[in-house]
């Protein structure tokens, strides 16, 4: 199956800081990549849709400013979590859509972040 | 946007199989089903998805009704590794924003030796 990684695969960073997440897709070109935030026994909600080339669009409730998202190629997407808090500590996860015939997404492994 | 209804968890034992419902009553008639898996601290991992035809490959069959409004996960042989949350998801069509899938509560299989 089509492989998308994440990196880091955690991090714990101090409040204020800011903290930049890489998601890639290894072995295909993923013109639409997703990203994902899932707090602890709850399931994964959207935050926004990210696509190469343009500017991505937020779900509602999501503050673009604060998430700032960069689809630069066809193989990466960044999440950068600017001027962190301890509410932003959760579990980010990638996804990278792959078109054809048989098109689904892939879901990298996921960051933890820990903001103290 | 259409909706996924599943048991909040499920219990089988190992080397047994397991039928995951789902219901999606207002499926629309273009939307493919999709099921993922997560399993603790991982992403969520594809297994299989469908439009109108049951569908198997290497990890499950998938069994859709007739009327399409639900839709069976079907794992031949439980093992220890099963244990995770099944997500059943209706796969959004014809939205510019590209087709994201929408995550329900999912069902916690529990898998016992």
């Known amino acids: 199956g089509a492989v998308v990684s994440q990196h880091p695969s955690w991090v714990i960073c101090k409040s204020g800081t800011s903290v930049k997440i890489e998601c890639r897709s290894l072995?295909?070109?993923?013109?639409?990549m997703f990203w994902y935030r899932q707090f602890p026994k709850q399931s994964l909600m959207l935050m926004a849709t990210s696509n190469e080339g343009s500017k991505a669009t937020y779900e509602q409730g999501v503050e673009k400013d604060k998430f700032l998202i960069n689809h630069a190629s066809l193989t990466l997407s960044t999440l950068t979590v600017t001027s962190a808090h301890p509410e932003d500590s959760s579990f980010y996860i990638c996804s990278a859509r792959r078109g054809g015939v048989q098109e689904t997404q892939y879901f990298g492994p996921g960051t933890r972040l820990l903001v103290l | 946007d259409a909706k996924t209804t599943q048991p909040n968890s499920m219990e089988s034992n190992e080397e047994e199989p397991v039928h995951l419902p789902c219901n999606h009553s207002t499926i629309s008639g273009t939307d493919y089903i999709h099921w993922y898996r997560q399993l603790p601290s991982q992403g969520p991992e594809y297994v299989i998805h469908g439009l109108t035809s049951n569908v198997n490959n290497r990890m499950a069959s998938l069994a859709i009704a007739e009327d399409r409004k639900s839709s069976t996960l079907i794992l031949h042989r439980a093992t220890l590794r099963d244990a995770a949350v099944y997500y059943c998801?209706?796969?959004?069509?014809?939205?510019?924003?590209?087709?994201?899938?929408?995550f329900g509560g999912g069902t916690r299989l529990m898998v016992k030796p």
């Open positions: 072995d295909f070109q993923a013109t639409t």
């Open positions: 998801i209706l796969r959004q069509r014809g939205r510019n924003a590209g087709n994201m899938l929408t």
